[in-house]
């Protein structure tokens, strides 16, 4: 349930050094955005979601994860969220998100599907009709940092944005660094005027 997710994240944001996991056991409806995953000490934190969905229901983000944690989220469908940025994942610390897909995002200003202020590496995943101000599917800022996103085996479709980037936007300021990779990755039927 939500009420048990939430009290999962705050067990392993507790949890202090290691690698802690959460596995998904049934589809999650959200009532409001889940606890910050928030655990600097921690090698990696794991949300594996085993197959099953959360749905933001309007609310967002669905995830989030604080500066300097490290995460993993899996195996596992993001949609419904809506949040000013990163509809389903808002990223300020290091973030890898495998097998999954993140669809019917909406963000009002960036990341309709992921915004990341740190780096992220999405792996065999699909970003499906996620909508934003700007990077309808990704969004990556930085600011004061260097920051990179990797994609690799990944489809990016039919995402909008209303001003740049359709698909993923990269928006660096002045004396910061921004590194986009993409491999194998199919980006097409993204829509924005910029």
Do not use: M
């Not at 705050?10 to 999650?28: C, E, K, M, R, S």
């Not at 969220?81 to 009002?108: K, R, Y």
């Not at 928006?171 to 910029?194: D, M, W």
């Amino acid at each position: 349930t939500e009420a048990e997710l939430n009290a999962a994240i705050a067990a392993v944001n507790a949890a202090g050094a290691g690698t802690h996991t959460i596995t998904l056991t049934a589809d999650v409806t959200l009532t409001n955005p889940t606890t910050a995953l928030n655990n600097p000490a921690a090698t990696q934190l794991i949300l594996d979601g085993d197959g099953h969905t959360i749905d933001g229901d309007g609310h967002g983000p669905i995830l989030r994860v604080e500066a300097g944690t490290t995460a993993r989220v899996r195996d596992v469908t993001l949609t419904g969220g809506q949040a000013d940025t990163g509809a389903a994942i808002f990223n300020g610390g290091a973030l890898t998100v495998e097998n999954s897909t993140l669809s019917g995002n909406s963000a009002a200003a960036s990341g309709g599907g992921i915004h990341s202020a740190g780096d992220v590496t999405i792996l065999g995943s699909r970003l499906d009709g996620n909508t934003a101000g700007s990077g309808g599917a990704v969004a990556l800022t930085t600011a004061a940092i260097t920051a990179t996103l990797i994609i690799r085996n990944t489809t990016i479709a039919n995402n909008t944005a209303q001003v740049t980037g359709g698909g993923v936007a990269v928006l660096s300021s002045t004396g910061c660094a921004a590194e986009f990779t993409a491999n194998n990755t199919i980006v097409q039927g993204n829509h924005a005027p910029g």
